[in-house]
């Protein structure tokens, strides 16, 4: 444990759970619509063919669900963790959730997996909106929130390097110099 006032546990894997927060509700709620979309979008006019609610292809399980599912796991991950190494495991895996999105529809029919179906719209403006919330602009805002994340949990903030300075100043029992808290 550190001082009085700083009674969080020790060590260079810890994490503040804030710093992952953010990201991880709104990569769980991305993730949520991605595996859930499919289902639930012919109810308001928003679907791909086949355009029948709750119907389960082979398609939809490994280009839909499949990553909304890593994507959500990822982002609960990051949320509650305090674990440097198992929010950084959360990052990653909304990453590859989210390049899912993006890569699995064109690489699908080469690996057998089934097919996305086609949007319903009878529009080519509301096919293209369609194309991007269900594929490539949902991917790609994970990417982003995933990467975004990846990165925040591989470097230490300035709060992080002068808590580690007090920490081994109270195990060596000198004060060392006068340090003042941090403001933010």
């Known amino acids: 444990m550190g001082t009085d006032q700083d009674s969080r546990p020790s060590g260079r894997m810890w994490v503040p759970r804030s710093r992952g927060a953010v990201s991880g509700i709104l990569l769980i709620l991305l993730g949520l619509w991605g595996a ?7 109810y308001f006019s928003f679907a791909f063919v086949p355009d029948q609610a709750w119907t389960w292809t082979s398609g939809r399980g490994w280009l ?11 982002g609960i991950l990051l949320l509650f963790s305090a674990n440097r190494a198992v929010a ?9 959730g989210g390049a899912w999105f993006v890569v699995g529809p064109v690489l699908a029919p ?12 009878a529009e080519v403006a509301i096919k293209t909106v369609q194309q991007l919330a269900f594929f490539e602009g949902l991917g790609v805002v994970i990417l982003f929130l ?36 941090p403001t933010s």
Do not use: C, K, Y
């Open 36 to 42: 859930l979309i499919p289902f639930v979008g012919q």
């Open 64 to 74: 839909e669900v499949l990553p909304g599912v890593v994507t959500v796991i990822g």
């Open 88 to 96: 950084s495991l959360g990052a990653w895996m909304a990453v590859v």
């Open 110 to 121: 080469v690996l057998h997996l089934g097919e996305p179906g086609t949007p319903s719209a």
């Open 146 to 181: 995933g990467s975004s994340a990846v990165g925040r949990m591989s470097l230490r903030s300035h709060r992080d390097v002068l808590r580690a300075q007090r920490q081994v100043e109270n195990e060596n029992g000198s004060p060392g110099p006068a340090r003042t808290a």
